[in-house]
Every structure is written in C-alpha cells, then in structure tokens.
C-alpha cells in the first residue's frame, strides 16, 4: 500500500521568510495530492491541491511543487505570518473509485515574530 | 453550507467499555469517511462508505469496531470492547465523490476526541 512520509516534522522560521515541507509517496499509482493545516485542537482543513497533470499551483502565498518521477510533492509558503504557525499533514491518493487517503505523519510550523 | 457535523465533542471512558459516535456528512455528499487521529500523527482511514455500502475498511480493527452508513447519510462508528490505545480524536470527512473518476476535496468534521481510562 501507499506510504507518505513528510520532512522535517518541525519548523521553526522568521515571520516574513519561506518555508518549505516536502513529502515523499511510494505508490505511483497516486495522483491526488492535497495539502491539510491543522491549527490546535481544530480540524484539518484543505489549504491546497494537485493532480498528477500539473506541475506547480499556486495560492496567493502558498504552492505546491509535484515532480511524479521522484515520487515527491511539496509545499512553499512565502511571506510567512503567525497566524501559518499550526501542523501541516500531505496525503496521496488515487484517483479512482475506492480512493484512499494516505496522510503524512505531519510538520509542526512555527512562525517566530 | 452547513459543515460535516460530529458528536459528541469529547467522551472519556474506562477500558471494556463502549462507545459510539456519530457523523452527518455535508448535504449531498456520496462519500463518508472515518479517521483516526492519535496525537502527534496524520489522521489514519479506517473505513470509507460510497452511499451506503463499504469502499474500504482494510485498516478497520474489526474485532472491535463497527460502522455502519444504513440509510446512506448519517453514519455511526462502534468500539466494542475499548482499549487504552483506542485514545485519540476520531474525525469524520465527507466528500462528494460520485463514482467517478474525479477525486474530490474532502471536508473535515470538528472530531470526537475520546480518553480511554
């Protein structure tokens, strides 16, 4: 089955400069790969996605990067501000019927002011 | 739109005891999942409903927990007997996946957090 795993699972940055979280899937059957904060005790809520036919999306101050031959995804906040300070979880799925998310065990962010 | 509705909020219980909760998906949405979260880890699937039948409930501990999705809306999930390592937050996402295949966005319920003692 699918195993995500997720780097570095804390980080701690400046308010004002970026940080980066990157995830690795091994299933290459995966093309779903949406992006989840989770503040304190809150639920986690859908910040940012991919699918396997695009390379880069982007938000406002948030991207995500997808490179399917290295089997890695990752996710880039610039301009970061204390309110990003929560856990950030990556997840892979499949797109097919019986879809099946994978999560990744999670990166504590930190934004310093 | 209303979100995906959980209850109770929290329950704390001893050891063989039982428990159950409940999830009311967003109107409309074909898809119901429920997560285990133990603290300090990504949420883990353990069952996922397509309308009311069973997609997916490999990671389900079926020796002890239960769900069930009867009418193809509300769902409930049982732990029967429970054990100290049954702590954790329990959520529930729904998501409006029709059987196609086209992954949806899944939306989080605030989550049952239960203590077992």
Known sequence: ?113 | EAGVAQSPRYKIIEKRQSVAFWCNPISGHATLYWYQQILGQGPKLLIQFQNNGVVDDSQLPKDRFSAERLKGVDSTLKIQPAKLEDSAVYLCASSTESGTSVTDTQYFGPGTRLTVL
Do not use: M
Not at chain 1, 18 to 32: E, G, P, R, W
Not at chain 1, 40 to 58: A, C, F, T, W, Y
Not at chain 1, 67 to 85: C, G, M, R, V, Y
Not at chain 1, 91 to 100: I, L, R, V
């Open chain 1, 1 to 113: 089955g699918e195993n995500v795993e997720q780097h570095p699972s804390t980080l701690s940055v400046q308010e004002g400069d970026s940080a980066v979280i990157k995830c690795t899937y091994s299933d290459s059957a995966s093309n779903y790969f949406p992006w989840y904060k989770q503040e304190l005790g809150k639920r986690p809520q859908l910040i940012i996605d991919i699918r396997s036919n695009v390379g880069e999306k982007k938000d406002q101050r948030i991207a995500v990067t997808l490179n399917k031959t290295a089997k890695h995804f990752s996710l880039h906040i610039t301009e970061t501000q204390p309110e990003d300070s929560a856990v950030y979880f990556c997840a892979a799925s499949t797109e097919d019927y019986g879809q099946n998310f994978v999560f990744g065990p999670g990166t504590r962010l930190s934004v310093l002011p």
